[in-house]
């Protein structure tokens, strides 16, 4: 083995035994994974599962403690990032890593700019960078600024670098997060071609569909180490993969529910805001979950901030239980126990930096507050009821929410607003970046407010999830409500995606 | 896992006391040398002696230099043994010519004088070894001072109060900064605010009576000074979150207006024509403790609650963690942000009325600078300047790391160029440690993750 020629028998890519500890927590304890040229690996497994750290360790951010990192048999020490970049490797993370006042071109080449006589030479470097875009299908304006481009665009342009660097091995992490169906299934396609130019893909997704239909082989990592590794990958089914992922058998992807559907509590009649929301009418009863499907972009976050209060609408009026409102900001909203879970937890839904606690007491104080002053006992109590009846991991209730995973990130989220008491309750993107066994979780709550008598606006982009969670269905395309599905269960993928494509 | 996360918390938290502390020690032990007792037990040894060892019915002399230490021990024996019925004894606070001019009174009287009590720097006079030369009456007098003792320079009651009023204006003030800093914002107004609201208040006072002005005039110009440095904050504030102008642009505007007003106010002059009562806000006295660390305590005292126990307080922490958020979970932000300007106003208002008070004058120019060591406090109390988080208690602690190494170096002598030097120092020291810190120990620091 040692130092044979890289032919199709050697693995580009060999990690044997990795293991990596951090103060207090062993984060790999002995992972393994292997990839050969031409082949996509599909990485899955929950949060915390060691995904990222074995990803950094191949990024050169981490140093294992032991085990051994091999490139087409040789063995190597990634102690830098430079050092991993300049055998090849390229990983392209969740949140991009683009200069977003540079244009595209600018970007390409950062840190290894075409130069002639110590200048920059823009015109080899504009013919590069479009036989680059070109080969990957994709029209980007050279000179638009990163900021301006569509996610799916930044994303070509994150490829486009790896390739320009002569990356042999692309790590994608969670690319298809933020991306419409339309622009995953041209992501998919880019890189069934990559593989065919004979680079090596590790591909870390939630989605398991995409997985697998994309990998050639998956390695499934549990608590730090590697529950599984598949060649054989059509053999393999979902419902495996998410067995091998939580360690447990799960019945059903959504719970069932007898939906008791009430009075009709906010209704919306011709609700617009520039291009974003165009003349938007529904009604939302209580004891029901309305879902709103459409690709990203098609106004659906839009409509929820305007329900919320967050921006203001041009025209249109909302009625609540009978009475007309209107919301200057989300403080109102709030106050009739309107309340919106947004779609981006990091930015807009929580204060990182601070505890769980205090995160969860922000809408609450007043309820804490006795005698000007704050009962921070009364406050703490509160929460660990919550802690208990949401089964959310915290080590303390004054753990910082930004070391938190995503699905305890968003129960934090949901504890606040529960006890705020809100019941008209929007759920944007509520599953995004959370693994499988919170999702459940997640499910089964929204299943619990509504048999409570509460209302759910539910905003997703995996179709099964709105289909499989919602009794009607609204599709949004281009600002517009496109069309309304009453049998939400009923209904299918296909069905949903023609209204959001084209009517 | 817990227990090694809990006892890194806690380290940190108590890092900026321990360098305090250290600090402390440092200077008590560089500053220590054998120097004539003061305080209750010197008071205590001295009355003893008019007590036992001296005639009784003959004229004890006791004798403090003005302006020291001495002065404030001669003060209090005397008013000690005046009380014990002692009513011959005489105090003199003044220089050695004073005294000679008394010794002459004293022959005149052809009183007899059973002793002289003295001590600190009165009882290094050389006029002392001349008594018998030149008042051959009084040659056998006997002069009592306390025993010496070893006692450190930097701990004595009247430095560790020079190192209060020193820091008393900035520590104030940042309180305000703090909370402005906690929002992610800066306020570069502040020093100049000091100058305004001490010309205001003082030409309120000149205008209404100028040193003849009763107490309730003073009050009243202290209080139109803070006030209108609060209206400016207020307007600061509005246009911080109305109108999302960059709080260091708004304010370093303001600073220069501010400064502005505060020359066209007094036309360029300073303003000294005072009463006492404006000087007692800073060096007067309530129930024998100065008003300085009175003021101290109260204030962050109420800071400290406001910050940690009110809705208010946590709104501003949420406001600087993350604007967006705090706005989708409803919390006022631009009533916050104008809230912490307006503070931040009144506190620097407060601010320039005790140092009008402190040096008995309002000029235009004072506190030139000011902002950036009220910063420098903040900063060195671990406030980050990112936002989100800081204590109002590690401000307090920061604006005393720096006045203990000022005093410290006053003490020993050290160049004011070479003060700077070590002073801006040890800020980037505090902000490097204070980052470690965050990251998780000194050495995942060096390591760069």
Redesign the interface.
Known sequence: MIDSPADFETPILEMRDIVKSFPGVKALKGVSLELRSGEALGLIGENGAGKSTLIKALGGVHLPDSGDIRLAGREVSLRSPSISQSEGIAIIHQEFSLAPNLNSRENLFLGKEKTQYGFIDYRSEEEQARILFESLGMKIDLDRRCCDLTVAEQQTVEIARALASDARIIVMDEPTAALSQQEVDKLLAIIEDLKRKGIAIIYISHRLEEVLSLADRITVLRDGETVAEETNVSGVSKKQLIEWMVGRSLDEEFPKRNPTIGPVRLSVKGLSRGQAVQNANFDLRGGEVLGIAGLVGSGRTELARLLFGADKADTGSVTLDGEAVEFENPRYAIERGICLLTEDRKEQGLILVHSAVENFGLPNLKVFVRNVLLDQGKERTAFEAYVDSLKIKVSSVSQQVGNLSGGNQQKVVLAKWLQRNADILIFDEPTRGIDVGAKYEIYLLINQLVAAGKSVLLISSELSEVIGMSDRILVMREGRIQGEIENGQGTTQEAILSMALDT | ??I??ITKIRLGDYGMVLALLALCVLFSLLTLKRQSGDGFQAVAELINVIENKLPKEQVVLVVGAVNTDSAALAEAVYAEAREKGFERTRLLVGSPRDLRLVLDELIEEEAFLGGIVTGGDAAKWLVWDQIGQNYPAFAGVRIATPSERLWPDFLKASNLLAIVERIVVIAIIAIGMTLVIITAGIDLSVGSLIALSAVISASVVQILGGPEASGWVVALGFLSGILSCGLIGLMAGGLVSRFKLPAFIVTLGVMMMARGLAFMTTGGFSIDQVPDSFVWLAQGRLAGIPNTVLLLLVIYGAAH?FMT???YG??I??VG??A?????????VGAVVALVYTVSGLAAGLGGCLQASLVRAAAPNMANMYELYVIAAVVVGGTSLSG??GKVLGTLIGAFIIAVIQNGMNLLGIQSYTQMFTLGGVIVIAVLLDKARQS?GIRQFLAGN
């Open positions: 896992m817990k090694f996360g609650v126990r009110t809705r946590r709104y922490y949420a963690g993350n967006e958020a705090a706005r989708l979970t409803g919390v006022p989100g988080s998780g």
